[in-house]
């Protein structure tokens, strides 16, 4: 019995030693790739010029929609058609 929780304790201890390790890698290498290969400013598209109107009927059922789902609390800024 004494020797199965001796197991036990060092399996646990190896185990959480082992991950800590794994750990600091993860972020030495996390460091490493930023500094050699930095992330690229992605610079967002440009809006299509052409902008389609949005049908009246749309914009009323987009409204009641939100204002029943949010109980009248909430109202619609802006639509944009995609």
Do not use: H, R, W, Y
């Not at 996390?30 to 598209?45: F, L, R, S, T």
């Amino acid at each position: 019995m004494n020797i199965g929780i001796t197991l036990m304790i060092v399996g646990m201890i190896t185990v959480f030693v082992i991950l800590l390790i794994i750990i600091q890698l993860s972020n030495l290498l996390i460091k490493i790739v930023n500094k050699i290969a930095p992330e690229e400013d992605v610079k967002p598209a440009k809006a299509a010029a052409k902008v389609m109107p949005i049908a009246p009927d749309v914009v009323e059922a987009i409204n009641q929609a939100v204002a029943k789902i949010t109980k009248g609390k909430g109202t619609v800024a802006e639509i944009q058609s995609l």
